[in-house]
């Protein structure tokens, strides 16, 4: 009887606390939920961010009934192709309302990027890494693995909404400047539980079809699905066809729940809550009886020989890089062709309308609002910039991975000085970037002629894009060679956040001007006009160029790091 | 001979983490020298030193005369080089990836590169993601072996290769070795060391413990001796001599370890009947192991 109560002895001596198992080493879910504690702290800082300025600026510029209604009433006669990308204009005369129309994009497509990114690796990811079969053999049945994993991700985003709720709360109580600005509890949880089906559904499609077409496949999938129903849904009054498919997106089911604007329809909830099991269940399930680490092949098409780039670091580092910039230009480019698209209604709003002529030019003095261009300037270039810094990110975070991955110690025991490498692979992250910003000056084009615009002055000008996207990526790239790679991508993605949370805040909040001149992007004037101004494209190009230099002198300085 | 290779007091500290100390070594041109030590004992910092990917906190490392931080690039332009875990373009297919970085060097005898590839059994057409591991190391092995340069420094270049291809890989050091080149090799595959290696050093915790000739790192270790006798085991008798250890007795049968000069065991065994007696150097394997306190037991010797 000793052989056999002394390993019963041991093993429960062994046993984790209980502590580790929740977060800790001690289970699947306690080191998953360990591992995303710097998402969770990002995503839930972020949202929390968001909304709390975005309340406290709303408060700011629109704290009187005559500004309110100002707004209320734009909102309403706004052409249906840029209230497609607003929320639903309902409540406006009140501060949750009006934030919840303000920044739909924000909270329901930013937010979400979090739980796909999670959900298409937490398993997926550790499957391509090989870790999950050490998991997987050390006696924890694959279902458990799964759900676990899943658990974690789920108490994640159910602890941030909960803050969330007691933000929007708070934002409600602390910002209210005009009766019925206050936030109910109920409001604020309606909103929250809203948000939570809004992050979970693209994430929980990206877990379904993970097992199945691998970690990279499902988030583009999941983004996919999230960006077309958003689209499909805003731009349903725009674009018959997709009035035909809006009953499939899944912006559209929840229509009529817009809590913060005192309208509740917690019964919309039911289909999209129900979605998200079902595409949990499926992923748990394709985990368990699938093959590990054993996808479908996604074929993708072959770079033509000129273009893979074999002769040397810059043509390698474009050719690389050349995937990433064409989606995202080609992203980029079907909003631009959407937004050229509902110029000229914009423009005859504004012939009817002198009073909004005559607010928006007091933002934009010099705006045409009677070309195409000057529409693109308003509505497409603070966007577009945002974007194209996430573009730079990708495109640096590639270039980074030379190093990181031990690719650059091969490269580097080649003839090649380290400088020399590290100028050469820049300038083709450079060539990348503007090859991105090409592909949006084409669609810039065709949407400026196809509405018999002038189509040369905000087709140069929409290479505005490739300066900023250039200006980040040397930053990027000055701070991977002072410090490391890995830091490349980050170090772009906090810049083009905090530039834009600058733009977008620094006024309504009244912060000092020499601050709202740290954004970058402040400083290039209209381009889409042929306005450009001198101090953004200077500091553009000195940034693209000293970034290399600073990068290629600091990496000569330092270790190569794996 | 030239030094291809000079280390004086090379030494690297990753802060508070060791990682070489006082590493000093000569790699004479046209040797073969394998460099052995356990994961972690500072075998890849040595070279990465060298190649100038990471720079020394003290001390100096030539190669070919050159401090290895002065002309990297001098260096680079003569070596070719394998590191102990990489990864390449997952995007290309193998063989645009022997191209890329045959044209990062100006070129390279088109010839011998194809004739590598065969060597290799490579497929060139398929996408360096869809490799296995070693189909992945046979990749990297072309790169560093395609210019035919005048040292190879190659970081455990067997890893996850099948036996056949560490036979083509050792065979192919061999004729490097034949034509006048240098080979500096870190490898977990001692036998081949033993049989390829003119010299060999062992690091160990990041210091330099043993640099011999493989002949001579056996010769200052100890041999294994196996004594059969007709009658009784005199077991304290042989217990007692000079440089016996982890002496065990088994029916008829002696075992030993002997540190040092033979002679003492023989004379005592003169003196008894024997059936048989078996005295074998130790392999290189188990002079590395003895560098580490994991001798192999006594009672594993074999005729």
């Known amino acids: ?562 | 001979m030239a030094a291809v290779i000079q280390t004086e007091k090379l030494t690297k500290s990753y802060g508070v983490h060791r990682g070489i100390v006082d590493v000093d070594l000569e790699v004479q041109e046209g040797e073969i020298f394998g460099f052995l030590g356990p994961n972690g004992a500072g075998k890849t910092t040595t070279i990465r030193t060298l190649l100038d990917l990471i720079r020394p906190t003290s001390g100096v490392g030539r190669v070919f005369g050159i401090v290895s931080s002065d002309d990297p690039v001098a260096i680079h332009r003569r070596i070719g080089y394998i590191p102990g875990e990489f990864t390449l373009y997952d995007r290309l297919t193998g063989g645009q990836t022997i191209e890329y970085f045959a044209n990062l060097r100006r070129g390279v005898d088109k010839a011998y590169q194809r004739a590598l590839i065969e060597r290799f059994d490579i497929d060139p057409k398929r996408r360096f993601k869809e490799l296995s591991k070693g189909n992945k190391q046979k990749i990297g092995l072309v790169i560093a072996l395609q210019h035919q340069p005048e040292l190879l420094i190659l970081d455990e270049p067997t890893s996850g290769l099948d036996p056949l291809v560490q036979q083509s890989f050792f065979e192919l050091v061999r004729e490097a070795k034949a034509e006048g080149r240098t080979t500096f090799l870190s490898s977990h595959i001692l036998s081949e060391v033993e049989k390829t290696c003119d010299r060999v050093a062992i690091i160990r915790e990041g210091r330099l413990v043993k640099l011999d000739s493989v002949e001579g790192l056996r010769d200052l270790a100890h041999h294994q001796v196996e004594l059969r006798f007709t009658g009784p085991v005199p077991t304290a008798e042989f217990e007692a001599l000079p440089g016996v250890s982890e002496v065990v007795a088994m029916d008829h049968v002696l075992r030993m370890r002997v540190n040092g000069p033979i002679t003492p065991v023989v004379r005592a065994a003169a003196r008894y009947e024997l059936l048989d007696f078996v005295s074998r150097e130790p392999t290189l394997e188990e002079t590395f192991l003895a560098q580490y306190g994991h001798s192999p037991d006594a009672s594993e010797v074999t005729a």
């Open chain 1, 1 to 562: 009887m000793t052989a056999g109560t002394e390993p019963a002895r041991l093993a429960v001596a062994g046993r984790p606390s209980l502590w580790s198992r929740i977060y800790g080493l001690g289970s699947v879910y306690g080191k998953t939920i360990r591992d995303s504690r710097r998402a969770f702290a990002l995503a839930t800082g972020l949202i929390v961010l968001l909304f709390v300025t975005g309340g406290a600026a709303i408060a700011g510029a629109f704290g009187t009934v005559a500004t309110r209604a100002q707004a209320a009433s734009l909102a309403e006669i706004l052409p249906p192709i840029f209230q497609g990308l607003l929320g639903r204009p309902v409540g406006l005369s009140t501060l949750g309302g009006f934030i919840e129309w303000r920044y739909v994009v924000l909270f329901f497509i930013l937010i979400p990027i979090w739980s796909i990114l999670a959900l298409s690796s937490t398993i997926a990811g550790e499957a391509a890494r090989g870790s999950l079969e050490l998991i997987a053999t050390s006696g924890v049945a694959r279902r458990r693995i799964a759900l676990e994993k899943l658990a974690a991700h789920l108490t994640a985003v159910g602890l941030a909404m909960v803050i969330f709720a007691i933000a929007i709360w708070v934002t409600g109580q602390a910002f209210a400047t005009l009766p019925g600005d206050e936030i109910a509890p109920e409001a604020a949880v309606g909103y929250a539980a809203l948000t939570a089906i809004m992050i979970l559904l693209p994430g929980a499609i990206a877990f379904a079809a993970a097992p199945f077409v691998g970690r990279g496949a499902a988030a583009g999938l999941a983004a996919l699905v999230m960006l077309a129903s958003y689209f499909v849904n805003g731009f349903r009054d725009s674009i018959p066809v997709f009035d035909a498919l809006a009953p499939l997106s899944y912006f559209s089911w929840t229509f009529d729940h817009v809590p913060l604007a005192g309208l509740y329809d917690w019964g919309s909830l039911v289909l999209p809550t129900a979605l998200v099991v079902a595409f949990l269940v499926v992923g748990v399930l394709g985990f368990e009886r699938r093959d590990m680490a054993s996808t479908i092949h996604v074929p993708s098409p072959h770079l033509p020989r000129f273009l893979v780039g074999l002769r040397d670091p810059l043509g390698r580092s474009f050719g690389e890089r050349i995937p990433a910039a064409l989606a995202w230009g080609l992203g980029l480019s079907l909003y631009v062709l959407l937004l050229a698209s509902g110029a000229s209604a914009m423009s005859e709003l504004f012939e009817r309308l002198p009073t909004i002529e005559a607010m928006l030019r007091a933002v934009y003095p010099n705006a045409d609002l009677e070309s195409v261009g000057g529409m693109l300037q308003i509505v497409f270039v603070e966007f577009g910039l945002v974007v194209f810094g996430f573009t730079a990110a990708t495109i640096v975070g590639g270039w980074a991975s030379d190093e990181s991955s031990g690719r650059l110690e091969v490269i580097l025991s080649n003839p090649m000085t380290r400088m020399a490498w590290l100028i050469r692979s820049g300038l083709g992250v450079y060539l990348a970037i503007l090859l991105s910003a090409a592909v949006v000056a084409v669609a810039t084009a065709i949407g400026t002629a196809s509405q018999g615009s002038d189509v040369a002055t905000p087709t140069l000008g929409s290479f505005v894009l490739a300066l900023y996207g250039i200006a980040l990526a040397g930053i990027g790239i000055a701070a991977a060679g002072l410090v490391r790679a890995s830091i490349a991508a980050p170090v772009v993605i906090v810049v083009t956040v905090g530039t834009f949370l600058i733009t977008l805040f620094a006024v309504p909040l009244k912060l000092p001007e020499w601050f709202a001149d740290l954004a970058l992007t402040s400083h290039y004037g209209s381009p889409l006009l042929g306005d450009w101004d001198l101090v953004g494209v200077v500091a553009s190009i000195v940034l693209g160029v000293g970034g290399l230099l600073v990068g290629a002198w600091g990496l000569s300085r330092r270790d190569v790091r794996v």
